[in-house]
């Protein structure tokens, strides 16, 4: 009984450790990063921008009568942002529909110190990435002002952060698609695609119809290394949350077992105390 007990004691006392950590962690700077799937709700098309080519715009201008798909990073990350680009214009290489032609595409910076001229070279690579001539227009990437972007993110439900000690932005990864009357019609989780469905929610929201909820799956953009091709200390830090979930279970194994330990010791095979 002495040796349960202390088992139990060092488990939780090693389960608290682990949960406290670091205040400067990834996991802590990240808890107030996440998607919402904010269906049908209306973007403000009178929200300013600036436009790849420097030009004072309007968020609906880009709404051409067609669905619009809008995806939000920022263009000097050095993360996920352009692997979630280049899955995306992979993806719409299968479809038969052009760029500006059934549909737009959005892209808002979430870094208000990202300048036109940064936009400009994004845009660039990203349409000679998709290599259909002529499909320019269908293309555009915004910059704006703090109050833009976070009335922009927070209508459509992407919540982000600032992290000072990379210097980077800590947010999730998706796209959402909008009717052409700017309302959110349906959610992409995480860097893929799949054309099929693309087109299906292109179509839908054509039509102006907003679809169910997807399965709502998180992927964040924070102190990626791609050399290592892992996340390092956050991935170190999901690890060491799976850990202390573990540690609790087989705490609560040992209070059962110390709870029911009379029990046993009372009993005799054939039943009788």
Known sequence: MRLKLLCFALLIAGALEAVRGDSSTPINIARGVRFDQ??????????PFVSDKGAAVHLGDY?????????????RCPNLCGIVL????????????????????VVVSIDPSDTPRLSEQKKLGYVDHYERPGTAD???FLTGS?????????TVGFHF???????????????????????T????FGI???????????????????????YDFLLLCCRYNPLQGKYGALIFNLMRIAGVLTVLAVAGYVVHSIATEPGRRGATPGGRS
Request: glycine fraction near 6%; charge should be negative.
């Open 146 to 154: 703090p109050a833009a972007i976070k009335t922009l993110a927070d």
């Open 138 to 140: 269908g293309w555009h």
């Open 86 to 105: 280049n899955s995306l214009v992979e993806s719409l290489k299968d479809l038969t529909w052009n760029a500006g032609e059934k549909y737009q595409v």
């Open 161 to 183: 952060v600032y992290d000072p000690a990379d210097q980077q932005y800590v947010h999730p990864s998706g796209m959402i698609v909008l009717t052409p009357e700017g309302k």
């Open 63 to 75: 709404f051409h009568g067609q669905p619009v798909l809008l995806v939000l990073d920022y263009y």
């Open 38 to 47: 904010n269906l049908g709700a209306q973007v403000p098309l009178n929200l």
């Open 185 to 188: 019609s349906r959610y992409f």
């Open 192 to 214: 893929e695609f799949p054309p099929a469905q693309i087109r299906d929610a292109i179509t839908m929201a054509d039509a102006s119809k907003v679809s169910s909820p997807v």
